[in-house]
């Protein structure tokens, strides 16, 4: 089991930045690759950033390439997703996510290949 704990979502003013953590406990860290997603209401819960066991592969989204950064410390259990340039279509609720590194062949974008949630953090950025 993996317990996962996002902090650091905020109101914003457009352009503005913002650091979202997420703290790991229970299993080894090492063993999950790890996502941000976010959502907002009526609409599915939509991938933002992935990163490997240990860093070495990075995914994102189209819409927020270029302005955010996912990150991770190992030693800390934690990952991070330094966001910039906000705009108010950032606007949602930033879930982090982990995936079992065993698990192979899935599809990273999307929520149903990761095994743990966090109960998320609200991000708002006003225009």
């Known amino acids: 089991q993996v317990q996962l704990v996002e902090t650091g979502g905020g109101l914003v003013q457009a352009g503005g930045s913002l650091r979202l953590s997420c703290a790991a406990s229970?299993?080894?860290?090492?063993?999950?690759?790890m996502g941000w997603f976010r959502q907002t209401p009526g609409k599915e819960r939509e991938f933002v950033a992935y990163i490997d066991w240990d860093g070495g592969i990075t995914l994102y989204a189209d819409s927020v390439k270029g302005r955010f950064t996912i990150s991770r410390d190992n030693a800390k259990n934690t990952v991070y997703l330094q966001m910039t340039s906000l705009k108010p279509e950032d606007t949602a609720v930033y879930y982090c996510?982990?995936?079992?590194?065993?698990?192979?062949?899935?599809?990273?974008?999307?929520?149903?290949?990761?095994?743990?949630w966090g109960r998320g953090t609200q991000v708002t950025v006003s225009s």
């Open positions: 229970g299993r080894t860290f090492r063993s999950y690759a």
């Open positions: 996510a982990a995936k079992s590194v065993a698990v192979r062949g899935v599809v990273l974008t999307i929520p149903a290949s990761y095994n743990y």
